[in-house]
């Protein structure tokens, strides 16, 4: 799976977890150059509480258009640390 923006490839993976119809990248699969973390938090009952990223390419920004859960709750303990995208993010095979 491909994480495509402002057709720049934020994350390349062959092993996303999906959840909740959101493909969450490794960390080692994601173009960390392209994001910015934020101040934004928001909690999920069941995974924790998700920080989040903004996208940077060039002169234009997609704020808050990537999550990840750092410390996730131990049901969601697989996806610690992968990353997730939305905001007009494309995810592509």
Known sequence: MRAIWNK???ADSENTIL???????PPESVNFEYLA????????PWKGIASYFSIQI????NPDAAWTYTDP???????????????GVVIEP
């Open 19 to 25: 959840i909740e119809g959101n493909h969450y990248f």
């Open 37 to 44: 973390q934020t101040d934004t938090r928001s909690t999920c």
């Open 73 to 87: 709750k131990p049901k969601a303990s697989n996806i610690k640390d992968h990353i997730a995208f939305w905001k």
């Open 58 to 61: 060039n002169s234009e920004q």
């Open 8 to 10: 720049t490839v934020l």
